[in-house]
């Protein structure tokens, strides 16, 4: 088992930052992993935002890519999203999401391929 909370959402206004963290705990966290954020706007579907596998490859959606960088600290299992030039397109629920895998052929902008996820942290953007 992994137990995945989210932590750093808050109010921010357009042009702005905000780092999330996700913080990893359980039996499982050893393993090979690959970490990823996916968000939940309203009345939208959840969509993917960003991976980042064990070795420190990423994947960023292209909606985020050159605003937004996800790294990670594999020695305290913790996950950071660093958000930049934030939008009020940003304004969503941000989910940590956790797969039991690093493999290079997986895609993992699917659902399906996490195992474990958090229960969220919400992120709103004025403009």
């Known amino acids: 088992q992994v137990q995945l909370v989210e932590s750093g959402g808050g109010l921010v206004q357009a042009g702005g930052s905000l780092r999330l963290t996700c913080t990893a705990s359980?039996?499982?966290?050893?393993?090979?992993?690959?970490m990823g954020w996916f968000r939940q706007a309203p009345g939208k579907e959840r969509e993917f935002v960003a991976a980042i596998r064990r070795s420190g490859v990423t994947y960023y959606a292209d909606s985020v890519n050159g605003r937004f960088t996800i790294s990670r600290d594999n020695t305290k299992n913790v996950m950071f999203l660093q958000m930049s030039s934030l939008k009020p397109e940003d304004t969503a629920v941000y989910y940590c999401?956790?797969?039991?895998?690093?493999?290079?052929?997986?895609?993992?902008?699917?659902?399906?391929?996490?195992?474990?996820w958090g229960q969220g942290t919400q992120v709103s953007v004025s403009s």
């Open positions: 999401a956790f797969a039991a895998t690093s493999s290079s052929t997986i895609s993992y902008v699917r659902e399906s391929v996490y195992d474990y």
């Open positions: 359980g039996g499982r966290t050893s393993v090979s992993s690959t």
